[in-house]
């Protein structure tokens, strides 16, 4: 097995960028709760303030994220890959019950597994569009003519996606060497990583 | 006073009864919103005018016509905020009056809103009599029967295009249920329909049991003893109004449950009084009733709503058996060194 160092693999603005997003997404998803009657707790007014507050700032993040991914070629990291997969939703179904070693861990050339890929890539292009395409809909129903019922229902549906990703993403943050690895990680940038002399795996 | 919006708290209105005519506020008075151009008075009860959609030019007013709009323009809320732009979004759907009459029948001046015919003519030591409640206000007459009283009353919300149709002597009715003494036009679907706020005025007056439609009485008149307010008798003031119009009278009356629809337009209190999102965006708001529409807030997606809520507590079930798991499988881990 190839040397591991304790090396910095997230950079300053991809943890910025994290931990902004996080407040940004549980801010829109509690405000949305509020604002179609699911919880209480605040003025619907209130909630729809900060629900367009919030939705403004992540709408701005996304396109400085998206630059940055490009600028940088961090992009590169969510190029989805079978290699590898199925040991992966292996380990995380059986083998972590075992005490199994994580049959792909991260690499400075591969912050991801590829099931991380995956999902990330599922919600980056898939939940995060549909939300923020369906957001600016419902923003703009009344100019557009659109059936309200309708936008709003596609809105809805994608917070469900949104809700249900961020409830497993949390989870398998504490699935690191020890429940706080991954998210110390996250929050310091360092991590325990396989450095690769031949980059092989980039 | 039978109007609620219309009353002698307008004479001398503080801003909180009435922005227009209150000395404090623009210091109006009727006829600054009742010009007419050709003699007429703009503003009925036949036919309301719920917008003004006649094209409008900067600083002059059709004064054919009146509406909020016709002063105020149709997108009078600050369009560069987001709330003064979505209040604006509003204006299709929602009239003027609905955010900013909350309440009416303010100023202290009451307004009936029961008005029960069937009472009449109940004698006390063979004398008419009345009674009064505590304010001082009518609640039994003999001459007109029972009486209740509102302040600050909260409208009933309905779709309006602005038509009402009144039930005309000898039109049939329905006396198993509330018959309407007029009726609103417009519709959720109805193009050119807002939600409008409304005073409901319920009673009950006389009807014609076997032709089914509702009749007129005698109340007052140079006849003296048919006349009702002279000889409290129904029978005999039926009969009497009866035979003043073309319509026969087969002499068997009951009384039936009648309702009437006011348009509110008058009262608009200051704006910061004007209803707040949660007044309508919440289950129990005061849009609760009005169906046929989507409303944020008050209606939700039951199926879909269930499937994710679902879904979600499924995602939680299923993360919390694997962190079991985890926990479990760890000790056994530790405990076999």
Request: glycine content about 10%.
């Amino acid at each position: 097995m190839a040397e591991r160092q304790y090396v910095k693999i997230f950079t300053r603005f991809e943890r910025f960028w994290h931990w902004s997003q996080a407040l940004l997404v549980l801010a829109l998803l509690f405000t949305g709760a509020r604002l179609h009657g699911l919880i209480g707790g605040m003025y619907w007014g209130q909630a729809f303030r900060l629900h367009l507050i919030a939705a403004g700032l992540i709408i701005l993040l996304w396109i400085f994220a998206i630059f940055w991914h490009f600028t940088t070629g961090a992009w590169q990291h969510y190029i989805p890959t079978l290699r590898n997969l199925v040991p992966v939703i292996r380990y995380y179904a059986y083998g972590i019950f075992r005490g199994e070693a994580h049959p792909a861990k991260p690499t400075i050339h591969r912050k991801h597994n590829p099931l991380q890929r995956l999902s990330y890539l599922f919600l980056k292009l898939v939940i995060n569009p549909a939300i923020w395409a369906t957001g600016i809909l419902y923003l703009t129903v009344n100019l557009t003519g659109l059936d309200l019922q309708t936008v709003a229902w596609l809105h809805v549906v994608s917070a469900y996606a949104m809700a249900i990703f961020v409830v497993i993403h949390v989870y398998m943050a504490t699935t690191g060497d020890t429940p706080t690895a991954y998210v110390k990680a996250m929050t310091t940038g360092y991590e325990w990583v396989v450095v690769e002399e031949d980059a092989a795996g980039g | 006073m039978k109007h609620g919006d219309l009353s002698s708290a307008l004479l001398d209105a503080s801003r909180h009864v009435d922005v227009h005519m209150s000395p404090e506020g623009a210091g109006m008075v009727c006829v600054d919103c009742h010009v007419g151009n050709r003699h007429e008075w703009p503003g009925s009860r036949y036919h309301g005018t719920i917008s003004d959609t006649s094209r409008q030019r900067p600083g002059m007013r059709n004064t054919d016509i009146l509406a909020c709009n016709s002063c105020h323009t149709s997108a009078p809320h600050e369009a560069l905020s987001v709330k003064g732009s979505k209040l604006n979004d509003h204006i299709d759907r929602v009239a003027c009056q609905t955010c900013h009459i909350p309440e009416f029948a303010k100023g202290g001046v009451a307004t009936k809103t029961w008005w029960d015919w069937s009472t009449a003519g109940k004698l006390k030591d063979g004398k008419p009599y009345s009674e009064v409640d505590e304010n001082g206000r009518d609640i039994y007459l003999t001459i007109k029967g029972d009486f209740r009283w509102g302040e600050d009353v909260v409208p009933e919300y309905e779709f309006w295009d602005g038509i009402v149709e009144y039930t005309l002597l000898g039109d049939k009715i329905d006396p198993s249920g509330i018959v309407g003494i007029n009726r609103i036009g417009g519709g959720p679907d109805q193009p050119g329909s807002l939600i409008f706020p409304f005073k409901r005025m319920l009673g009950k007056q006389a009807y014609d049991e076997i032709n089914q439609y509702l009749i007129q009485s005698n109340v007052y008149g140079p006849e003296g003893d048919t006349a009702l307010w002279s000889n409290y008798n129904w029978d005999k003031a039926l009969s009497a109004g009866m035979a003043g119009s073309d319509l026969p009278y087969s002499g068997k009356f009951g009384f039936v449950e009648t309702e009437m629809w006011w348009p509110t337009t008058h009262m608009v209190a200051p704006a910061n009084e004007a209803l707040k999102c949660s007044a309508c965006h919440a289950r129990d708001g005061r849009l609760a009733k009005l169906a046929g529409f989507y409303l944020p807030g008050r209606d939700g997606f039951t199926l879909t709503d269930r499937i994710g809520l679902w879904l979600l507590a499924m995602t939680l079930a299923g993360v919390a058996l694997h962190a079991g798991l985890r926990i479990l499988s760890r000790r056994r881990d530790n405990r076999e060194g």
